[in-house]
T-cell receptor, first 113, second 111 residues
Framework: KAGVTQTPRYLIKTRGQQVTLSCSPI?????VSWYQQTPGQGLQFLFE???????NKGNFPGRFSGRQFSNSRSEMNVSTLELGDSALYLC????????????FGPGTRLTVT | DAKTTQPPSMDCAEGRAANLPCNHS???????VYWYRQIHSQGPQYIIH???NNETNEMASLIITEDRKSSTLILPHATLRDTAVYYC????????????FGQGTELSVKP
């Protein structure tokens, strides 16, 4: 099976712009979670989608949003980018909910200048 | 906040077993212990998980104490490629797929 794929892998944006990141889960997986990783804060949970519904959300401002499509592919959007949004954004998928391991993609490295 | 405590760093000689400890004293009865590792700048890699019993797979073994307040991840024959940050995570079942990562243990395998 192909793994979790994320596009683009690298991205450079300027402050105030918005960005959309994409995640394709492993075939058959219905849950997609997003994480942000920075040197200062480590890995932090953003949100989780399951069957096109947001099931869980972390402590991030409303500028961070996401959605999931009927084929389980997911996108996350960050509006009005700030320098502090520079991070590695990771997507993870799992078959269903609790008790199943999550498989992570390689991440999208976002740099905000 | 993360429900686990891990040493920030450990060293291990190549070919020897690496034993990574984790404390999770507030774990609830239906919460699983998961281990992931992250090699520099890559996405975290799932290693193993367990609830009560010890578990073993092709990568590692997970030993959970009888009171479930701590666990140990064992890499039986560490190689240089096992150098990574290892995260022990207690999965909060009431929060669905959410994984709360702590700071992890940076394992350095030395020749």
């Amino acid at each position: 099976k192909a793994g979790v794929t994320q596009t683009p892998r690298y991205l450079i944006k300027t402050r105030g712009q918005q960005v959309t990141l994409s995640c394709s889960p492993i075939s058959g997986h219905r849950s997609v979670s997003w994480y942000q990783q920075t040197p200062g804060q480590g890995l932090q949970f953003l949100f989780e989608y399951f069957s096109e519904t947001q099931r869980n959300k972390g402590n991030f401002p409303g500028r961070f949003s996401g959605r999931q499509f009927s084929n389980s592919r997911s996108e996350m959007n960050v509006s009005t980018l700030e320098l502090g949004d520079s991070a590695l954004y990771l997507c993870a998928s799992s078959p269903v909910g609790p008790g199943y391991e999550q498989y992570f993609g390689p991440g999208t490295r976002l740099t905000v200048t | 906040d993360a429900k686990t405590t891990q040493p920030p760093s450990m060293d291990c000689a190549e070919g020897r077993a690496a034993n990574l400890p984790c404390n999770h004293s507030t774990i609830s009865g239906n919460e699983y212990v998961y281990w992931y590792r992250q090699i520099h700048s890559q996405g975290p890699q799932y290693i193993i998980h367990g609830l009560k019993n010890n578990e073993t797979n092709e990568m590692a073994s997970l030993i959970i104490t009888e009171d479930r307040k701590s666990s140990t991840l064992i890499l039986p024959h560490a190689t240089l490629r096992d150098t990574a940050v290892y995260y022990c995570i207690v999965r909060v079942e009431s929060q669905g797929g959410k994984l709360i990562f702590g700071q992890g243990t940076e394992l350095s395998v030395k020749p």
